[in-house]
């Protein structure tokens, strides 16, 4: 479904008439089925990042392509209602201005729906992220990290999307709400039958929730590993990456 | 209409908001409210204090004051207040191209406004009154192409702060056109910065107009306008002072009055500034940066 082919991205690091440039991403290719949840682990600084930003099309490869059902995403109408994305900063990511409604209503709006079955949708919504209905008005600033990281996931599932991209999505929470959430995910993920990709440095999250885990290191990727088989990987950064954690 | 009911609460914005209100309706019928012709000459009222046919007093040439106070709201505030309205719009969309879109955009509107900001203000305006003739129009013309630099590059930097945040990201991520980010999104939280930054260069714009008409290069002589009658009374500042009072006041009043409407239009914009009922929140600035209210260089 989600193919990406080759990707490369540097930035530039000097200024206007400079020509040096710092490499992110080294041809990185891997694919996403529906319906799977794939995590990307990686330390700091390793790029995993900006690979998700041009998985959700916000900046463009300079070589290689990301393809969405064989669309280009940079598309935008083909990210249109098919994309979303859950990112890690609780207290920029809804409009400070927005109520959770409006915040919600953004994505909801994409679906076409009258103005009854929205309001049905948004009680629903609210309540499968385990929010109450009355939430429905306050301002983003009257939340706390959690309820906002829900909100953020409501308005992702609100446009019923084939996929959604989490970059940190859950690392800024603590760790009783991080289950929480991850529970949720998964409860989601099995109504909407929606593939995630879960950028993340957190190996446990992303064992917990992944089908299949890349592991990423200075811009290129170092192994795929079925989660399963988590304990059988071969490379040695992954071992070493692995081993730093509390054994499985 | 939320914005509406919060400003409705703040009792010195509906003051601002009603004195502005009644200010320009007075300057577009001014020949209604006036009570006398503000250009004709009574020499024998010559300094007269007021009296209760002239409100104000009379000038040096025994004009009323009054009158010619309101009809000087057309140049000293209409006008400006136009060409203010369009330099913060050309300002702004360049600043938000610049801001948004970054790159090469960016680096070119950038090296514009440098070389814009480059020249010495005073010395271009004068440089296209002589190229363009004298009259209030022109003045306001090069006020236009001067000073739209300096709103995009200050704009520039407050859509910077906001563009990069997860809010914008996610906005992008869905498929949502940049067109509706920057209106739904970007402009509702720059909007504080520009109102700001406009209100405070409003001031500064009516003292150089009346600089420009001193110089015998703006309003024409027997025209009403506040600057210019400050600066007829300044010629007679140690013998009657109180001269002053009646067009410096205006100024300051109409400076005023802006100030608290933006700094009102701020706080009725923003949820985080109101005191919600659900509980006493912290009350966070705004904007990271607050933009410092330095003078327009000009």
């Known amino acids: 479904m989600l193919i990406v082919n080759s990707v490369e991205k540097s930035y530039k690091t000097g200024g206007l008439f400079s020509k040096k440039t710092q490499k992110i991403l080294k041809g990185v290719s891997f694919d996403c089925q529906r319906g799977e949840s794939l995590g990307i682990i990686g330390e700091s600084g390793s790029g995993k990042s900006t690979l998700g930003r041009l998985i959700v099309g916000i900046e463009k490869p300079e070589a290689g392509t990301v393809l969405f059902e064989q669309k280009n995403i940079a598309d935008r109408s083909v990210r249109l209602g098919n994309i979303s994305a859950v990112f890690q900063d609780y207290k920029s990511s809804i409009n400070p201005f927005y109520t959770v409604e409006k915040a919600i209503m953004e994505t909801l709006i994409l679906q076409n729906k009258s103005r009854k079955e929205m309001q049905a949708k948004m009680d629903q919504l609210l309540i499968q992220v385990g929010l109450d209905t009355s939430y429905k008005t306050n301002y983003p600033h009257e939340l706390s990290g959690g309820e906002v990281q829900r909100v953020c996931i409501a308005r992702a599932i609100a446009a019923e999307p084939k996929c959604i991209l989490f970059d940190e999505a859950i690392s800024s929470l603590d760790v009783s709400v991080q289950t929480q959430v991850l529970d949720l995910l998964k409860e989601l993920k099995q109504i909407y039958n929606i593939s995630y990709i879960f950028i993340t440095h957190d190996i446990q999250a992303a064992a917990y929730i992944c089908d299949r885990v890349i592991i990423f290191r200075d811009g290129q990727i170092e192994e795929t590993a079925d989660v399963h088989q988590l304990r059988h990987v071969r490379s040695a950064y992954a071992k070493k990456l692995l081993g730093a954690i509390i054994p499985f | ?298």
């Open chain 2, 1 to 298: 209409m939320r914005i509406f009911m919060n400003l409705c609460k703040d009792k010195l914005a509906i003051a601002s908001l009603v004195f502005i209100a009644v200010l320009i309706t007075a300057g577009l019928f001014a020949p209604v409210f006036a009570p006398h012709n503000p250009e004709e000459v009574n020499m024998s009222l010559r300094y007269a204090g007021p009296s209760w046919e002239y409100i104000l007093g009379n000038d040096h040439l025994g004009r009323c004051i009054l009158s010619r106070i309101i009809y000087g709201i057309r140049p000293s505030v209409l006008w400006v207040f136009a060409a203010l309205f369009i330099s913060v719009l050309i300002g702004s969309i360049l600043g938000f191209l610049a801001g948004y879109f970054r790159g090469k955009n960016d680096a070119f509107i950038m090296k514009l406004c440098d070389v814009l900001l480059s020249f010495p203000g005073y010395v271009m305006a004068l440089a296209l009154v002589g190229l363009l003739g004298v009259g209030l129009e022109n003045i306001l013309i090069a006020f236009i192409l001067i000073k739209w630099a300096w709103f995009a590059r200050v704009i520039r930097t407050s859509v910077m702060q906001y563009a990069e945040l997860d809010y914008i990201k996610f906005a992008k991520a869905s498929g949502i056109s940049h067109g509706k980010i920057i209106w739904k999104h970007i402009v509702p939280v720059t909007f504080s910065d520009i109102a700001v930054i406009s209100s405070s260069s409003m001031g500064t714009m009516i003292l150089q107009i009346s600089g420009f008409s001193f110089l015998g290069l703006g309003v024409q002589a027997p025209q009403a306008e506040w600057g210019m009658m400050l600066n007829e009374a300044r010629e007679v500042m140690f013998t009657r002072p109180e001269l002053m009072l009646a067009p410096g006041l205006a100024i300051v009043l109409v400076v005023m009055a802006l100030n608290f409407l933006s700094d009102s239009l701020q706080v009725a914009l923003d949820p985080r500034l109101l005191n919600s009922n659900k509980g006493n929140q912290v009350m966070a600035p705004v904007s990271k940066i607050k933009i410092q209210e330095k003078e327009v260089p000009n």
